[in-house]
T-cell receptor, first 115, second 108 residues
Framework: GAVVSQHPSRVICKSGTSVKIECRSL??????MFWYRQFPKQSLMLMAT?????????EQGVEKDKFLINHASLTLSTLTVTSAHPEDSSFYIC???????????FGEGSWLTVV | RKEVEQDPGPFNVPEGATVAFNCTYS??????FFWYRQDCRKEPKLLMS?????NEDGRFTAQLNRASQYISLLIRDSKLSDSATYLC?????????WGAGTKLIIKP
């Protein structure tokens, strides 16, 4: 079946640095990718929706200059957390919707720890 | 009022028992409904879609009540491996709205 690969699965970075998370659809073309953040014991919170070749649409309260999203191809979207702070430590998950149908596939998630 | 509401639990249930979760949603125009399962520190995984006529998959039964705007999930003969957080998801115009999840703990 369709697979979405996300990496790194875990990353620790220093405060003030940037970290990039990749999300790839392995056997289908993803016209739309979604980026979520989940804090412990809380629900998934949609950060942004990205469509291939166009700018991402950010949810209210999500800083677009801090969370840079690039969806340059139909199989790859990246989330870059710039100038990371400890409060950015969270579980980040991507999901992708294929060109056919409404099924959404999730990446395995990335645990970000900012120290 | 949250768009999708769930009892956070935890539900502590003995193995073999039947357990039911409910989820309410606020947008009457919502088109699609799903139950996802999320294990600790993992990504959510689709458990089942929810149809107006109700649907069953093995020990799991999902139902939708559009008039009252709630969906339910019933788990029969619960197993230890059913311990997880169950997330109710509602789709509006291709956007998924997630509930906070209900934590289920199955005890031997």
């Amino acid at each position: 079946g369709a697979v979405v690969s996300q990496h790194p699965s875990r990353v620790i970075c220093k405060s003030g640095t940037s970290v990039k998370i990749e999300c790839r659809s392995l056997d289908f073309q993803a016209t739309t990718m979604f980026w979520y953040r989940q804090f412990p014991k809380q629900s998934l919170m949609l950060m942004a929706t990205s469509n291939e070749g166009s700018k991402a649409t950010y949810e209210q309260g999500v800083e677009k200059d801090k969370f840079l999203i690039n969806h340059a191809s139909l199989t790859l979207s990246t989330l870059t957390v710039t100038s990371a702070h400890p409060e950015d430590s969270s579980f980040y998950i991507c999901s992708a919707r294929g060109t056919a149908g409404n099924t959404i596939y999730f990446g395995e998630g990335s645990w970000l720890t900012v120290v | 009022r949250k768009e999708v509401e769930q009892d956070p639990g935890p539900f502590n249930v003995p193995e073999g028992a039947t357990v039911a979760f409910n989820c309410t949603y606020s947008n009457s125009a919502s088109q699609s409904f799903f139950w996802y399962r999320q294990d600790c520190r993992k990504e959510p995984k689709l458990l089942m879609s929810v149809y107006s006529s109700g649907n069953e998959d093995g020990r799991f039964t999902a139902q939708l009540n559009r008039a009252s705007q709630y969906i339910s999930l019933l788990i029969r003969d619960s197993k230890l491996s059913d311990s997880a957080t169950y997330l109710c998801v509602v789709e509006n115009d291709y956007q998924l709205i997630w509930g906070a999840g209900t934590k289920l703990i199955i005890k031997p």
